[in-house]
């Protein structure tokens, strides 16, 4: 479906559901946090906006804790889990921070509660304020341990009704085989969900990927350090990967 939405662009999506895992935050440097590459995701958020483009962000945590690392350290993994969130709520609250220091309305929401520094998740809220083309920041993942953030980003994906699941990353895509061992190593631009799971593509944890493929929800893979890719995705250019039905 193509969106005529300004004379200026075709949309090929129009509500969008991207996901920014923690590493993406990371950058190229060292430090848990490369602000001035966060300072781009919100100049080029900002200007797509201006296309008509409605955006929630799930914002991952793995650039600060991650449960099944902390774990592996013999730490109880439910109390691991619970670190990992609140890592995704620092997260969100340095994004919906930047956000706001570029006029982007913006509003940050959790699934754990944590009611002083940030709103709890609501379904209904979040439909109105993507009506008001405010950017909503969601973090806490599901809530849940033994869960990921692609799980959470697939299910506010699904209850938003956007158009698209974006996963923004490091890599270019879904490769044949891992890029950095196998040079010969194929970028898909196109997959479905079946050669997806019959030709075992390492895309997200099979929870996440199950529930997208039940909701047809159409998941795209890119670059975040491209830059113009994610216009380019939204406007139909090739870019990363799509998987549909
Ligand atoms: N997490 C969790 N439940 C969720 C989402 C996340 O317990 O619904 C925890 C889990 O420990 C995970 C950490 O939060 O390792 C950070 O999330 P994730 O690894 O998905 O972040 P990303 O890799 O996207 O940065």
């Known amino acids: 479906m193509v969106f005529n939405v300004c004379n200026i662009i075709k949309l090929t999506y129009k509500r969008v559901l991207l996901k920014i895992s923690g590493e993406v935050l990371n950058g190229i440097n060292t430090s848990k946090f490369n602000i001035s590459f966060i300072k781009d995701i919100a100049d080029d958020i900002k200007k797509l906006l201006h296309f008509g483009i409605e955006f929630s962000i799930v914002i991952g945590g793995g650039n600060l804790f991650r449960g099944s690392s902390l774990s592996s350290f013999g730490l109880n993994r439910i109390v691991s889990d619970r670190v990992g969130m609140l890592s995704t709520v620092i997260n969100g609250l340095l994004l919906n921070d930047i956000f706001s220091q570029f006029k982007i309305r913006t509003y940050l929401m959790s699934s754990i509660s944590v009611k002083k520094i940030c709103a709890d998740y609501c379904i209904e809220k979040s439909l109105d304020l993507l009506s008001k083309k405010y950017v909503l920041i969601f973090c806490g993942g599901l809530g849940h341990p033994f869960f990921t953030t692609d799980s959470a980003a697939c299910l506010r994906a ?21 890029p950095s061992i196998t040079q010969s190593a194929i970028l898909y631009n196109q ?55």
Do not use: W
């Open 158 to 178: 699904i209850e938003t009704n956007s158009d698209i699941f974006l996963k923004g990353t490091k890599v270019n895509g879904i490769y044949s085989e891992d």
């Open 191 to 245: 997959l479905n969900y079946q050669e997806v799971l019959q030709k075992e593509l390492k895309v997200m944890d099979l929870t996440a990927f199950i529930l997208a493929r039940d909701h047809n929800l159409p998941i795209g893979v890119f670059n975040m350090y491209h830059t113009g890719a994610l216009k380019r995705i939204l406007t139909g250019c090739k870019e990363g990967t799509i998987i549909t039905g």
